[in-house]
């Protein structure tokens, strides 16, 4: 293995490690790749990361051996990297409180890319100036197709679900989420922790009557097979949904990509929706951010 590099990103001096080291076997993506993926991808992606806290899927040994999530902040992590304490009452970890790391800029994120950090997961939710959690502002359907069900089936329960939403007033956007399925995200705004996933829970169930033979909003899972589950309880606040544009720790180095409607509409094989790293920097290439509608400011309240 090479050895380590002192390199400066933006005025932060980094240490890098292992830049040799193979993280994806099958496709030979290096160390080294992530992190220049990363780097690439920081102006489209940061924005989407800014005051959320984040939990990582780590995998030093690559994604053929098994990785660990990791809420709490390395202590050798560099002073510099911005940090939030979250009250994690429950924790597996026995501990009352975590300290989250916030990526908000590219040194933040070359430095997470070097821990092997290759999954970025976020909460809907943000921390104010002073720490604390503010109330959900994004609202997110997670589309898990059961077995023989794909990626295709999910799409057309997206357009079913972007309809009715649509009625509500709110614009919803669809990504893959780098594995099996896909998600939809919708700026809002309220003033409750629960109205969210009520919201979506109620949207799921309805949908499960219309559609029965497609659609699934329990979370049994004696009742997914042939059929997309909508799992509306990624609106709690205590869950996180990996962020547009992160990796996923799959055989190749596929990435959680927004995409459009007219793709969601096309879609007839997994393929077409199948994207890896240097497919999405030639996206952004092409679309810019698709998920920048998020950005543009406080989303519509939801319904009663």
Known sequence: MAGEVLVEVEGRRLRLSNLDKVLYPED?????????????????????????PVTFRRFPDGVAAPGFFEKNTSRHAPEWIRTVTIETPGSTTGAETLDFALLCDLPS????????GLELHVPQWTVGPRGGKQSPD???????????????????????????LTEDGIEVLAKTSGSKGMQLYAAVTTTSDTKTSDYAKSLAERLEKTLPTLVVSRMAKNLRPHKVFIDWSQN???????????LRARPHPTVSTPITWDEVAACRTPQDLT???????????????????LLAGKGPKLPR
């Open 275 to 293: 994207f890896t790293a240097d497919d999405v920097l030639d996206r952004i290439t092409t679309h810019g951010d698709l998920f920048a509608p």
């Open 236 to 246: 709690n606040p205590k869950k996180t949904t990996v962020a547009p544009y992160s």
């Open 28 to 52: 030979g993506f290096t160390k080294a790749d992530v992190i220049d993926y990363y780097s690439r991808v920081a102006p489209v992606l940061t924005p989407h990361l800014v005051d959320r």
């Open 109 to 116: 994120l070359v430095w997470a890319a070097n821990q092997a």
């Open 138 to 164: 994004r609202l997110v359907f997670d589309l898990d197709p059961g077995p023989p069900a794909t990626i295709v089936e999910c799409c057309e329960v997206a357009q079913h679900l972007r309809e009715t």
